[in-house]
């Protein structure tokens, strides 16, 4: 690639390298941080992903020793031959990331004669023609080495041996192990292997390809066809610090309101007000917590955006605020297709002003979705945003808390939108196969920027399709899955790979999206559902799935694992405060505790919630005891008390209604009494729940609305204990008027009741 290297020239934490063919820049970043850009299309380097100057002052040594360059800072080197083929190493000269030296070639060529014969059955053999994209970077693997992250992708944790396409797609067919695509482009993966770790972000909003070793084993490979060479190395070492280089580069989660980490109940098929206040009242006679009710299309008129049906709610701002009286928050669904009819406002405004794509002569491009033929928002024109973002004030006013941003692949019901069709990005024209990975994460930015102007409270976006950076606008859901034993098992890894992939505050539809849904399907994904940062259930118009709708057993186990979730609240907002700060997801694969442990490495159906809490849930259908894996440790069953000691795999009893979790030892876990909702009952008294061990905990309380805490409005304590029973309790931030009255401290079946309504320093020995 690129031929033999000519010259170089530093500038700051830039150094230019020119080869025969092409200018090469590598920018440092930070001293972890550095990105890799060739204009290959004549354009200036621009992301979607990165927002504002990342560049932090960083000392950079640049020197040229016989056959190659050399840029060092204090813990990453990199070396650039000829080629540009770069190698990087850390501090200690431990190489990290090699490019591949040889052709790339398919490990096993099957026979020309093999591959005719099973097209005739229309068999695809998956061998695609021997050929190179014209970015291509290939990066040799170990046989140890093992990939992660990618966003949304189907099949396991561990992602070596599979190759996956970026390119935003609605497929409402079963999504399986061999799907190269989902509604969410990623670029970003780890690796780890016995040479450590590192991370890589292809910075290409086109239509890219990945291949994880599964061409050849020797090589992994990143590409795409247009646009420009780009890509990010993280050099620090382990997974934690790689994230947090990632988030800090394309944004961080931010703190939400606390009535979002409540249970959410939704479903394609509640069409009329009373179709929605029944739901509320059956959440309350069934005494199952819940915060939110999501409205999917039907609330609209004839599915336009920015309207309300008058015919099927008499006045939707009273029946929003009946609700809000009982607890409930309304959010709603909002698409980008905008139905093509001259008498309605948004599509009159957007004519008028200018704001849908167009083709390539010039007229508006229209496509099916919804509403039927419809038209595109452009987004990537920050004055279509910027309307966008203003239309929200309609659904600010009637009273809706919440915006879910959906089919912003953008979703087309009549093919693909044809790649020449005309968009912006930063404003410049472009096409859609430029714009099309960002789309959804455009429209998510506008959303976010006007709800945060006209409700004023942390915006709650939920969105289908994202680009790196969307998880500092919105949350997500993985679309729509099925009512399939497969989809629950593969919730674990999506939701893990989402997470390390920056993109953390995620769920799936509990129950399942399509198909019919069984009571111990139900049951066991709640059971999973509750650990999720985003805990829905959403279906489609298939068999109902509310808790209620097969028989009490089944309402009753929902119903234990909502109000665990009610009752870990204050622990799973630490978790938000924490991801604010460093990125590191809620939902966390075994690995990204336990690096050493091999046995981590490829655990698909175990996880952490935090660094405190293990569930082994059972996804197989006719379970009732299955085989857990407990790390390094020592470790207390949260059902049964008992202590156990790892590393240990063992046989677990779980019954219908027992989802195996495990709690580590030291750990300090912060728990709310079960309420209706969020904010139903003053919180005055904090439980903690104590393993005995060494542990440090900090716990943050706010008011869980606004934006104060920015301004220090906020209360932090410091929680320790020792394996002695020495528990003591300090403020280490005390901004936030309103703190606990009480700590009742739980710990070995007993409880001791602190009162820290003064002072600021506590102890006792439990
Ligand atoms: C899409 C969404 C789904 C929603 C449906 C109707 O299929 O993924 O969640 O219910 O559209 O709006």
Request: aromatic share 14%; net charge negative; with cysteine.
């Amino acid at each position: 690639m690129f031929g033999k290297m000519l010259d170089f020239k530093q500038d700051g934490q830039r150094v230019t390298v020119t080869f025969v063919e092409k200018e090469v820049m590598i920018s440092v970043y930070t001293s972890t941080i550095w990105n890799v850009f060739v204009s290959m299309d004549g354009s200036i380097q621009e992301s979607n992903a990165i927002e504002g100057n990342k560049m932090l002052d960083t000392a950079v040594k640049v020197e040229q020793i016989e056959d190659h360059l050399e840029i060092s800072t204090d813990q990453v080197t990199a070396k650039i031959y000829d080629d540009c083929k770069i190698d990087f190493y850390d501090g200690a000269g431990n190489l990290k990331c090699e490019d591949y030296r040889g052709e790339r070639k398919y490990q096993s060529i099957l026979s020309q004669e093999m591959i005719d014969l099973a097209k005739q059955e229309g068999h695809d053999l998956g061998m695609r023609e021997d050929f190179h994209y014209k970015i291509e970077v290939v990066k040799s693997v170990c046989a140890d080495e093992c990939f992660y992250g990618l966003g949304d992708k189907t099949g396991f944790l561990n992602k070596r041996g599979y190759d996956y396409e970026m390119w935003n797609t609605d497929n409402p067919m079963p999504h399986e192990d061999n799907f190269k695509v989902l509604y969410k482009s990623i670029p970003f993966f780890m690796s780890q292997s016995s040479r450590g770790t590192y991370g890589i972000f292809f910075d290409n909003s086109y239509h890219s390809y990945f291949d994880m070793a599964k061409e050849n084993d020797a090589y992994c490979f990143f590409g795409a066809d247009e646009g420009n060479l780009d890509y990010y190395y993280f050099g620090a070492d382990g997974f934690k610090e790689i994230i947090k280089d990632y988030t800090y580069l394309t944004g961080r989660t931010p703190l939400p309101q606390l009535w979002t980490l409540g249970y959410q109940q939704s479903r394609w098929g509640y069409v009329t007000e009373n179709d929605v206040r029944e739901v509320a009242s059956k959440m309350r006679e069934f005494r199952i917590p819940c915060d939110v009710i999501h409205l999917d299309i039907d609330y609209m008129q004839g599915y336009r955006v920015f309207t309300w049906n008058k015919d099927r709610y008499k006045d939707p701002k009273q029946t929003i605020s009946d609700l809000a009286k009982d607890g409930f928050k309304i959010v709603t669904i909002i698409d980008p297709g905008v139905k093509k009819d001259e008498d309605y406002y948004i599509y009159q405004e957007g004519v008028e002003h200018d704001y849908f794509a167009k083709t390539p002569k010039g007229e508006i491009y229209e496509n099916v979705v919804w509403p039927g033929t419809s038209v595109y928002p452009d987004f990537g024109q920050r004055r279509v945003q910027e309307w966008w973002s203003d239309k929200h004030k309609f659904l600010v006013d009637m009273g809706v808390r919440g915006i879910w941003n959906d089919m912003n692949e953008p979703a087309s019901f009549e093919g693909e939108l044809p790649p020449e069709v005309v968009f912006h990005d930063h404003d410049k024209e472009t096409t859609h196969a430029k714009i099309h990975n960002v789309y959804g994460h455009l429209m998510c930015q506008a959303t976010y920027e006007g709800m945060r102007k006209y409700d004023k409270r942390r915006p709650f976006v939920i969105t289908r399709a994202c680009y790196s950076g969307t998880q500092k606008y919105s949350t997500a859901w993985t679309g729509d899955n099925h009512s399939l034993w497969s989809h629950l098992r593969m919730a674990i890894p999506q939701l893990c790979n989402l997470g390390l992939s920056g993109m953390n505050y995620v769920g799936t539809d509990i129950g399942g999206f399509g198909s019919d849904t069984t009571k111990e399907l139900l049951c066991r994904w709640i059971q999973v559902g509750i650990f999720s940062p985003l805990c829905r259930n959403h279906a489609a118009a298939v068999r109902k799935q509310e808790p209620w709708q097969f028989d009490t057993e089944t309402a009753d186990i929902y119903r234990k694992y909502v109000e665990l979730r009610y009752q870990l609240i204050p622990y799973l907002y630490d978790l938000f405060k924490e991801t604010q700060s460093t990125g590191l997801p809620m939902i966390r694969p075994l690995i990204l505790e336990y690096p050493e442990d091999a046995a981590a490495r490829q655990l698909n159906d175990e996880f952490m919630f935090g660094s405190s809490i293990l569930a082994a849930p059972v996804v197989e259908q006719g379970q009732t005891a299955r085989m857990v894996y407990l790390p390094e440790g020592t470790w207390v069953d949260y059902h049964t008390g008992e202590t156990i000691l790892g590393p240990i795999r063992f046989i677990k009893d779980a019954p219908l209604d027992i989802c195996p979790i495990y709690l580590k030892a030291g750990s300090i876990i912060p728990n709310y009494t079960v309420q209706n909702y969020i904010g139903e009952k003053e919180q005055s008294t904090l439980i903690l729940q104590v393993i005995k061990g060494n542990g440090t905990y900090y716990h943050y309380q706010d008011d869980g609305e606004s934006f104060a805490y920015e301004n220090g409005v906020y209360n932090e304590y410091k929680f320790t204990i020792t394996d002695q029973g020495l528990f003591t309790a300090e403020m280490t931030a005390s901004g936030y008027k309103n703190r606990y009255k009480k700590l009742k401290v739980v710990y070995e079946n007993r409880e001791v009741l602190i009162d820290i309504l003064e002072g600021d320093h506590w102890s006792v020995l439990l």
